[in-house]
């Protein structure tokens, strides 16, 4: 089994929506809410293409991931210090275009409070050919993901790939996964496709509101 520093090797078109939040609470005059504007897309389920494991090694740094979605974008400042090995390979996913046209599966709107994205193939099973360690995990403590958090998604110890999750509420769950990056720019639009809820009207699954990843930059 060949090994990267840490990193292991293993083997439609949406309609046009415009969804309305209400702004922060000012006294009078009353503002007209603010619009997050859904575009159309045609992204689509698909095969997650093969990106080769980038080597690991320092210096370690902070770096910006741009997400261009057909809602706007979502900015997020990665910790390429405190995550370093999650960073790299994300950074090797973004600039291979794995996550280009790919939408966000998931959403939950009780209990946990976030939007996953980041599988090619929509189903919540798919990722890259390699995987790797957690890292930079929280305490076990109350509300130990809050508002604005990044994190990994896996399927158990040391199984992370490709996709993440947004947490838009203060949220608190096992302390079992990645934590690699905080939203600065962005939130907002996220919350609105929450507000929306699920497409089977449950409080875990598809959002309604269709939202995909056009791409993703790194800087």
Same mark, same amino acid.
């Given at each position: 089994?060949?090994?990267?520093?840490?990193?292991?090797?293993?083997?439609?078109?949406?309609?046009?929506?415009?969804?309305?939040?209400?702004?922060?609470?000012?006294?009078?005059?009353?503002?007209?809410?603010?619009?997050?504007?859904?575009?159309?897309?045609?992204?689509?389920?698909?095969?997650?293409?093969?990106?080769?494991?980038?080597?690991?090694?320092?210096?370690?740094?902070?770096?910006?991931?741009?997400?261009?979605?057909?809602?706007?974008?979502?900015?997020?400042?990665?910790?390429?210090?405190?995550?370093?090995?999650? #960073?790299?390979?994300?950074?090797?996913?973004?600039?291979?275009?794995?996550?280009?046209?790919?939408?966000?599966?998931?959403?939950?709107?009780?209990?946990?409070? @976030?939007?996953?994205?980041?599988?090619?193939?929509?189903?919540?099973?798919?990722?890259?050919?390699?995987?790797?360690?957690?890292?930079?995990?929280?305490?076990?403590?109350?509300?130990?993901?809050?508002?604005?958090?990044?994190?990994?998604?896996?399927?158990?110890?040391?199984?992370?790939?490709?996709?993440?999750?947004? #947490?838009?509420?203060?949220?608190?769950?096992?302390?079992?996964?990645?934590?690699?990056?905080? @939203?600065?720019?962005?939130?907002?639009? @996220?919350?609105?496709?929450?507000?929306?809820?699920?497409?089977?009207?449950?409080?875990?699954?598809?959002?309604?509101?269709?939202?995909?990843?056009?791409? @993703?930059?790194?800087?």
């Amino acid at each position: 089994m060949q090994k990267v520093a840490k990193i292991i090797l293993t083997s439609s078109l949406f309609t046009f929506c415009t969804i309305y939040f209400p702004t922060t609470a000012t006294a009078a005059p009353t503002k007209k809410p603010l619009p997050v504007i859904c575009k159309p897309t045609t992204a689509k389920a698909h095969t997650a293409k093969n990106i080769t494991p980038p080597e690991v090694k320092p210096p370690f740094k902070n770096r910006t991931f741009t997400l261009t979605t057909n809602c706007g974008e979502i900015v997020i400042q990665a910790n390429g210090k405190s995550a370093p090995i999650t #960073v790299t390979a994300l950074s090797a996913l973004a600039k291979g275009g794995f996550y280009n046209n790919s939408y966000c599966h998931r959403l939950t709107t009780e209990k946990i409070y @976030v939007l996953q994205c980041g599988d090619p193939t929509g189903t919540g099973r798919g990722g890259p050919n390699f995987t790797y360690q957690d890292e930079n995990l929280p305490q076990d403590i109350e509300i130990n993901y809050p508002a604005g958090t990044v994190a990994m998604a896996n399927r158990g110890a040391n199984t992370n790939g490709s996709q993440f999750f947004i #947490v838009y509420e203060d949220t608190s769950m096992d302390p079992n996964y990645t934590i690699w990056g905080r @939203v600065t720019k962005g939130l907002d639009i @996220v919350k609105a496709i929450a507000k929306e809820g699920v497409i089977d009207g449950t409080w875990d699954g598809m959002p309604k509101q269709m939202i995909a990843i056009e791409r @993703v930059r790194v800087r």
